[in-house]
């Protein structure tokens, strides 16, 4: 398969040199990409890409959009195959179980667990809604476009990508294919408010894609993603601008936070290589120390230069589930119906 050849074009060898060769200092060209290790710093990986492979009659896939971790270990999967909109598998790549043949347009998954019971949050880009489920698929309430805010004209004008639940029940959901809106409510469904929107300025958004929690400064925070401004947004819990956070070269997709550091898988911007991408790592003072399959991060004068592609493993990276051994797992839209591919930190 192409995408697991390397990228044939000088970029490659003058970064990230260390990506191209396995652990004994050979040049790999196009060997087996197990012997490949891919990232920079404490944070390298060896690549796995047939992790999450299953039987395509069986078990089909479409775009796998999103992966979560539950409180029992196993790795969950969203599609928008309606065979099977949620595949569950063990850390081994092991099927479990699956569900779901109601969502078409699965795009978001957010886990939360709730007085010992961890349930699922999913954003429906064709049903333009939030559904919370349990890990069984049961269905605990929906909830439809914001007709109450005032913002949208009809309902299709809402299109919602992610959803992030606070220590308090709080749901913020962001319209990442749709007007642009957080919208926030509370663990009742209630609305609270809306920021953000459409715009270029530091508080507006072009494709807010990603939403998540970020709890590394000892406080709840909103991190989320300008997917197209190629920049994170770090916003209070009421709604108010904190920082914004370069990372160019990237399309970044859903922020995930483990410990200290945030993960987030990213689409290469450039144009040699398109619908590639890598998987960037950031500390938490927000610099990026390791891009898997992509180049070395550096910094001029406080600034990030531009990041890109030098190992062709990925196409439309959109999301990354990191699991309690700092592996990673990686799913993949618009990608030929692929499985997840899982990188094993060494």
């Not at 396995?22 to 990232?39: C, E, H, P, R, T």
Request: charged residues 20%; hydrophobic residues 35%.
């Amino acid at each position: 398969m192409e995408r697991r050849n390397f990228i044939k074009n000088t970029m490659a060898f003058s970064v990230g040199a260390s990506t191209l060769y396995s652990a004994a200092g050979q040049f790999l060209g196009k060997q087996n990409m197990s012997d490949v290790i891919v990232g920079h710093g404490d944070y390298k990986y060896k690549i796995d890409m047939h992790w999450g492979s299953l039987n395509s009659q069986q078990v089909p896939v479409k775009n796998c959009h999103e992966m979560v971790q539950d409180s029992m270990g196993r790795i969950i999967l969203l599609t928008d195959h309606t065979k099977n909109n949620v595949i569950i598998y063990d850390k081994s790549g092991k099927l479990i179980e699956t569900w779901g043949t109601d969502y078409p347009g699965a795009h978001g998954l957010t886990i939360n667990n709730e007085g010992g019971e961890d349930f699922l949050y999913i954003c429906d880009n064709s049903l333009h809604c939030l559904i919370k489920t349990d890990l069984k698929g049961n269905e605990i309430f929906r909830l439809p476009y914001p007709k109450e805010t005032g913002l949208y004209a009809s309902e299709g004008k809402y299109v919602p990508t992610e959803s992030a639940i606070a220590a308090n029940g709080d749901i913020y959901i962001s319209d990442g294919y749709g007007s642009q809106y957080i919208i926030q409510y509370n663990h009742k469904g209630e609305l609270i408010r809306t920021f953000g929107g459409r715009g270029d300025g530091p508080e507006h958004f072009d494709n807010a894609h990603g939403i998540a929690i970020d709890t590394r400064n000892g406080k709840e925070e909103l991190m989320i993603t300008a997917r197209k401004q190629n920049k994170f947004k770090k916003f209070t819990m009421d709604g108010k601008l904190i920082e914004v956070i370069d990372l160019p070269g990237a399309w970044v997709c859903r922020p995930v936070i483990h410990g200290d550091d945030l993960y987030v898988a990213t689409i290469w911007s450039g144009e040699k290589v398109p619908n590639s991408g890598f998987v960037s790592i950031l500390n938490k003072e927000n610099k990026l120390v390791s891009a898997p399959c992509g180049s070395i991060p550096t910094y001029e004068n406080g600034k990030l230069n531009p990041v890109y592609q030098t190992l062709n493993i990925f196409q439309h990276p959109h999301d990354v589930c990191i699991d309690e051994d700092d592996s990673i797992y990686v799913a993949q839209w618009n990608s030929g119906n692929v499985y997840p591919i899982k990188l094993t930190r060494v």
